[in-house]
Structures are given as structure tokens and as C-alpha cells.
């Protein structure tokens, strides 16, 4: 018989995690539903729903079934609690920093982005009066100096892009709760958890990003 309390592998959170087959169906593959809206059992299921007392779905801009195992997947690749799928990894950028910095706040960064980061951090995020220091290399030491009592957090790339540098995860984690902030890693090159799972390197680790 199946252990079925077994941990999964890798490969088979890949194609299964998040889902449950449709009971009516019995579907393997996810549908792609192309429902804008969604059915209320009552006005009250409705209120509840827009109020977040009870899960469920309210419109597809928001969230709708696909997307929701396509979350909920990605947060099982990667280790963490929950994911927000976004349709850029410059809007997930954008979404996680806007909520934590203000005009007149700034974060702490490695000169090692990608080009469209470097971009959004020194021009868009300028617009917003969010300051970004970049400092050279990935020394922990380097971004603690940096550091000022608006700083909001600490964002790295688990592997950069162009340099394939490895950033010291556990010891910029360390730092970042030392100061009571998050650190935000994007996690492009680790392909999802497979090369490399940020959130198993350290518990502090606060916010997650995987581009396309």
C-alpha cells in the first residue's frame, strides 16, 4: 500500500501540487478556465467572499482557478507558505517593494541585477521617491554598512545574472533580521526550487521572486 503521509519529490510536486482532480471530470491535467466571473451560492457567500471571510473565487483579474494551482505549485516548489502570481517578474519586483517602501525609504542591493532590475531600482523606483543603494559584490558586511534607518529590505538574486554569482544567502538573511527588514531574492536561476531553494538556506528569508 501507498504511503500516502510520504514527502513528494521534486518531480512530482512539479506536475501534481495544488491539485486535486475535478471530482465530476476526473481530470488529470489542470483546465484552463476562461470564466471571468464567478457563480455566489447567495448574497451572503457573496459578502463573505468580498469581505475574505471564506475562500473562493470573485473574479478572474483577481485570482481564478488555474492561477490558484499555479500558486499554490510554485510555493510547493519553492518551500514557502503562499505565492501571488504576477505576469512579469518586474511586477512581482514592483509589487513586493512598492508594499514595503514609501517615498523618502530606500533598499539595499548588489550592483550584480539583471539589466531590467538595474532599470526599474534606478529609474521607475526614482519616480516613486524609493531610493535603491547598490553596492559592489555580494560581501554581507558591504550591504550592512549600507543600511540606514529608512532602509526597507535587502534584494538579491540567488544566482546573478550576467555574472552567475552565488549570493551568501544564510549570512545576507542573518544581516536583514539583525536590522528587523526583509530580504527579497529573486530566484530566476534557481528554476523554480530545483537549483536552488532560498527559503531552505535560511528561515528568514521574506519574500520570493521567480521571473519568466
Known amino acids: 500500500m ?8 521534486f518531480e512530482t510536486l512539479q506536475l501534481h501540487a495544488g491539485q486535486s482532480p475535478d471530482p465530476t471530470t476526473k481530470a488529470r491535467a489542470v483546465p484552463i478556465y476562461a470564466s471571468t466571473s ?3 451560492n447567495d448574497s451572503a457567500h457573496g459578502a ?6 471564506t475562500f473562493g473565487h470573485i473574479y478572474s483579474r483577481i485570482g481564478n482557478p488555474t492561477v490558484d494551482i499555479f500558486e499554490n505549485r510554485i510555493a510547493a516548489l519553492e518551500g514557502g507558505v503562499a505565492a501571488v502570481a504576477t505576469s512579469s517578474g518586474q511586477s512581482a ?10 517615498s523618502g525609504d ?5 550592483s550584480y541585477l539583471y539589466g531590467g532590475t538595474y532599470n526599474q ?5 526614482k519616480k516613486y521617491g524609493i531610493g535603491v543603494k547598490l553596492v559592489p559584490g555580494d560581501d554581507p558586511a558591504t550591504f550592512e554598512a549600507a543600511i540606514d534607518e529608512k532602509t526597507k529590505a535587502i534584494y538579491v538574486e540567488s544566482m546573478g545574472n550576467p555574472k552567475y554569482n552565488i549570493a551568501p ?3 545576507l538573511a542573518k544581516v536583514a533580521h539583525k536590522h528587523g527588514i526583509p530580504l527579497i531574492v529573486d530566484n530566476t536561476f534557481g528554476m523554480g526550487g530545483y537549483l536552488i531553494r532560498p527559503i531552505s538556506l535560511h528561515q528568514q528569508i521574506s519574500s520570493l521572486l521567480n521571473g519568466t
Open 169 to 171: 544567502i544564510p549570512d
Open 48 to 53: 463573505d467572499l468580498f469581505e475574505l471571510k
Open 2 to 9: 501507498a504511503d500516502l503521509n510520504r514527502q513528494l519529490q
Open 106 to 110: 530606500n533598499i539595499v542591493s548588489t
Open 121 to 125: 531600482f534606478k529609474v521607475t523606483f
Open 93 to 102: 519586483q514592483f509589487l513586493a517593494i512598492s508594499t514595503i517602501a514609501s
Open 38 to 40: 464567478f457563480v455566489f
